[in-house]
């Protein structure tokens, strides 16, 4: 009973005084810009330039109305209500997305909720990014077949603060100073203005208990209207069936989206197209528990290849967007690899060019003497820069020229280093290397399976030693072929390599 008399004290001095918000169990006064970074909150910003719907009113806004801007890239699946689109063009919005912490990075297919994001950001609007420390640990239904394994709370944590990390290197530099003026650095403002903060729902759920949450939200739940959600129905015609746990997880987050609105004026809430139920929760909640109007809901489609499949695994799982789970040359390679009938379409969703530089990029594919990939190579430049900034961009087009066989880089012991982990790779000794033939050291490290299909590919000059192609079948390997007396590089065509550490 003293808890829940503490919570309700709490939340009634949220209401009542103008002059603080709480985040992450600090009050911080409207006044004084702070800067701190904690397990559960990353932000550096002055509070009332967030809380305040004075100074919001006052931000500059770029003459694009960022739901037409969404709507021409092929980024607006669908709006809980039309108003959207007027409120974008004469209000500035705060606007929030969800990531649950199920893994330590996130994944080509929350890319996508990122960019939204830093649209709305870059046409002038606030954004969240609400970390689910506390949604994470019961799961989210939405497009699962099975129920999400249990996360121990360790790894919760980690989860949380490699998420936040992530989200705050990518949205502080996903900026474009034509459209948001005065912006410091991590995409705050040089003086009040911040364009995002990073927030996590445990922050608040921690104070919730069973009783509280019944009583201030359950009994606003119709379970009829729970149960017609998409992801529910799914869930229950399916053999393995739906736990109440998952079942209350709309509450879960419909509750987020009522907390936001009331305590920081979040108005908009956005999500995959499969995030529609949870998202309608939330404006349906907001609309009875506070009977007010104002509350907005988004999603933007899955992302999809033209032949329906999703976007965003490869052989070796899903493509990560931290560098410490994929390098940026493997996610540069990912999206150079990009087939001619999905690159315009990506152009559109993944990159912030202009509709006028996509359309003269799809002029050029289709013109004679169109050099191939050309434009893969430009999308894979602009996500890659985005996400991984202008250093993981250098160092994916470095390890790319590293590894083109036939380039006339100059290849060194730290540069082959640097993509090892990229490429299989094996340990010889100096005198299992030293004075074998190409052919024979082609078969002993594995990258061919016999002499005979070495040979073949040699004839056929698909057989490379340091990037240089070998003609005769007879090349024996010397020591001035060792790199920095270390490394060889061998290649079988243009994909298969191997990097050959002599001990």
Known sequence: MAAAAAVAASRTFLLSSPKLVYLSRSFIHPHKRLTFFSRRCCCCFSSSSFSSPATISSLPVSTANVIEVLEERGLLDAITSENLRSVASTSNLKVYCGFDPTAESLHLGNLLAIIVLSW??????????????????VGDPSGKSLERPELDLQTLEKNCSGISALISKILGRGKDPNLVDGLGENGVSSDKNPTFVILNNYDWWKDISLLDFLREVGRFARVGTMIAKESVKKRLMSEEGMSYTEFTYQLLQGYDFLYLFKNMDVNVQIGGSDQWGNITAGTELIR??????????????????SDGTKFGKSEGGAIWLSPAMLSPYKF?????????????????????????????????????????????RRLAE???????????????????????????????????????????????????????????????????????????????GGLYLNNQRVDNEDKIIESDDVIDGKLLLLSAGKKNKMVVRIS
């Open 288 to 305: 009875k528990v506070l009977q007010v109007e104002g509350a907005y809901g988004l999603t933007f489609p899955l992302l999809l290849k």
């Open 382 to 460: 602009e996500v890659t820069r985005f996400v991984h900034g202008d250093e993981g961009l250098v160092e994916a087009l470095k390890a790319t020229e590293a590894l083109r066989p036939g380039a006339e880089t100059k290849l060194d012991a730290a540069t082959i280093e640097g993509i090892a982990e990229d490429v299989p790779s094996c340990s010889l000794a100096c005198n299992q290397v030293l004075n074998s033939t190409l052919v024979d050291l082609s078969v002993s490290t594995g990258l061919l399976s016999s002499k005979s299909a070495a040979r073949r590919l040699l004839k056929q």
């Open 332 to 376: 540069y390679q990912y999206f150079f690899s990009v087939p001619d009938v999905d690159v315009v379409r990506f152009m559109k969703i993944l990159t912030f060019l202009s509709m006028d530089e996509i359309k003269e990029l799809e002029d050029e594919m289709k013109k004679p003497g169109y050099v191939p990939n050309l434009v893969q």
């Open 120 to 137: 709305f950001q870059r046409c002038g609007h606030r954004v969240v990014a609400l970390i689910g420390g506390a949604t994470g640990r």
